[in-house]
């Protein structure tokens, strides 16, 4: 059965799980969280990787593999930063049928087995800075359900890991990066993202603090993290002894300078980047793929070819289809043609619906006489008949114009979807009415940890507990870069919705992947 047998809007979980199988993107795998990533999806990913990578060499950051495994010492280093999360760390502890003497760890993420040779090899101020990243895949043996692309066991990412001499280093980097992630998301998937710091309570607690890029999904109205870059300040250095020679301090009596643990940086993107756009762009006939990531950017099926038709009629539709599949190849279109005898043009559309294909070409013995083809925009299904003078540019133009669309609609909801909450009783409601709210808030943990037990489900009244509402409270996501300013908040003066006590910033709160 081809098409997807449930809306988005009416069984969303099913709808995004539909979308993904059918459309060939991902397929479920014997072992729960784990999934195939498919080629069609593969192509975003590699899409992703190719701009990030080159985004990332301007920085000059270098490319590098470390092993996959994690000694228990090593992991358990810093006990702090991993007791949080040891339930997700996966070992290893048997190689056939011999048990190892020390069960070894498969990396959740590889600062512990990283930092130990940045001790080794950071000796002195002038090898700094230190700009590493690698593209591997990690393992976190998540408990809560699992999501294709979104909260999966293993996925594949890029985790970057620097080293600086002072904190004015951390601190540009990490922000950089932050705005190479933004661009992931907005110039590649069409996805607008929100900018802003962690909270102390939602950051990585290893570090000095977090920033984040946040995506809002209309279908749930929930928030989702789309990528962090962290600061980590010296905690890191101090626990794996990454040192150098302070050279801004003059050595001391007996001649040894001072000690200085460097500041370090990390920062993380995965394959939920593809979830996103699934469930931000996606609609009812199936996936709807930005241009500049999609693997077929147009799809050209011939059409209008009754039993009335010669051999040599078809022979002249199917060429002028492979014509210009190379026409628009010549200008670097991904472009291909459907020339399936055994499929009917109505099957065929909705096949590449499915598959979200940007631009649908129909060509036709009228449109030969014509010397034009019917063009069909998957974003908005607006037909064009186009004269097939100049195509190349035509089609070029119409893709541009597609990207920038699906950006301004995401916008559009996404900013509908944002709220302005600035007392306690607007704030669930907003929340059921699938919104994130800005609100003037204290900015503590614990006001943070009373506005997620007053906003779950079981808190607000006792309307039935149906499987779709989520029962989850709010979380902060982040505090934007981009502070609200109508209403301005005026310190000393706002306060806070939750709490009564004085607001020091807006926070964006919202229910959350
Ligand atoms: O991974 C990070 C921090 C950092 N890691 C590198 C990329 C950027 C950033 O995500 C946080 N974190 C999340 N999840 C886990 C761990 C963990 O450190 C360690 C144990 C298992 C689960
Ligand atoms: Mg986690």
């Not at 899409?47 to 092993?67: A, G, H, M, R, W």
């Not at 709807?288 to 799809?299: A, Y």
């Not at 950006?407 to 900013?415: C, G, N, P, Q």
Request: aromatic content about 10%.
């Amino acid at each position: 059965k081809l098409g997807l047998e449930v809306g988005k809007e009416e069984d969303f979980s099913r709808w995004y799980q539909q979308v993904l199988t059918r459309s060939d993107m991902l397929d479920y795998y014997d072992i729960s969280g784990c999934y195939i990533i498919r080629p069609w999806a593969y192509h975003v990913w590699q899409t992703i990787q190719e701009f990030f990578d080159k985004k990332i060499k301007t920085l000059s950051v270098k490319n590098c593999y470390f092993p996959m495994f994690v000694s228990q010492r090593a992991l358990e280093q810093e006990k702090d930063h991993i007791e949080g999360f040891a339930p997700e760390v996966a070992w290893v502890t048997r190689a056939g049928s011999s048990e190892l003497d020390e069960p070894i760890a498969i990396r959740p993420t590889s600062e512990t087995v990283m930092y130990p040779y940045f001790a080794k090899w950071i000796r002195s101020h002038r090898d700094l800075p230190l700009r590493l990243n690698q593209w591997c895949s990690v393992v976190r043996w998540e408990f809560k359900n699992p999501q294709p692309f979104l909260r999966t066991r293993e996925f594949l990412w890029q985790e970057g890991h620097c080293a600086y001499i002072d904190k004015a280093g951390a601190d540009s980097e990490a922000r950089a990066i932050l705005a190479f992630y933004k661009s992931v998301y907005e110039y590649l998937l069409a996805v607008p993202m929100i900018d802003g710091v962690k909270s102390e309570k939602e950051k990585f607690a290893g570090g000095l603090y977090t920033t984040t890029i946040e995506g809002y999904v209309p279908a749930t109205g929930r928030g989702i993290q789309a990528a962090t870059s962290h600061n980590l300040g010296q905690s890191f250095s101090k626990m794996f002894n990454v040192v150098v020679e302070d050279p801004n301090s003059p050595a001391n009596a007996n001649g040894d300078a001072a000690k200085l643990n460097v500041w370090q940086t990390s920062w993380g993107l995965s394959t939920r980047t593809i979830g996103v756009m699934v469930m931000v762009h996606g609609d009812d006939k199936g996936l709807v793929m930005p241009p500049r990531v999609s693997e077929i950017q147009v799809i050209i099926i011939p059409t209008g070819l009754t039993t009335k038709h010669t051999d040599k009629d078809r022979a002249l539709v199917h060429n002028a289809c492979l014509d210009l599949v190379s026409q628009l190849t010549k200008v670097d279109i991904r472009a291909d043609a459907d020339l399936r005898e055994n499929y009917t043009p109505g099957f065929k559309y909705n096949h590449w619906e499915l598959k979200g294909v940007p631009i649908r070409l129909e060509i036709g013995p009228k449109d030969l006489e014509k010397n034009s083809v019917l063009s069909v925009r998957r974003d908005t299904f607006a037909k064009a008949s186009l004269p097939l003078e100049n195509i190349e540019e035509t089609i070029a133009n119409l893709l541009e114009t597609i990207q920038s669309d699906m950006l301004a609609k995401a916008t559009r909801e996404r900013d509908a979807g944002v709220r302005m909450v600035l007392s306690w009783d607007e704030f669930v409601p907003a929340l059921n009415n699938k919104c994130l709210c800005y609100i003037p808030w204290c900015n503590t943990s614990e006001c943070e940890d009373a506005i997620k037990e007053r906003s779950s489900r079981a808190e607000v009244g006792d309307e039935p507990q149906d499987e779709k509402a989520p029962s989850m409270g709010a979380k902060s996501l982040c505090i934007p870069f981009n502070q609200p300013t109508n209403p301005p908040l005026v310190p000393g003066e706002t306060k806070c919705i939750q709490c009564g006590n004085l607001a020091t910033v807006y926070g964006l709160f919202g229910r959350s992947y």
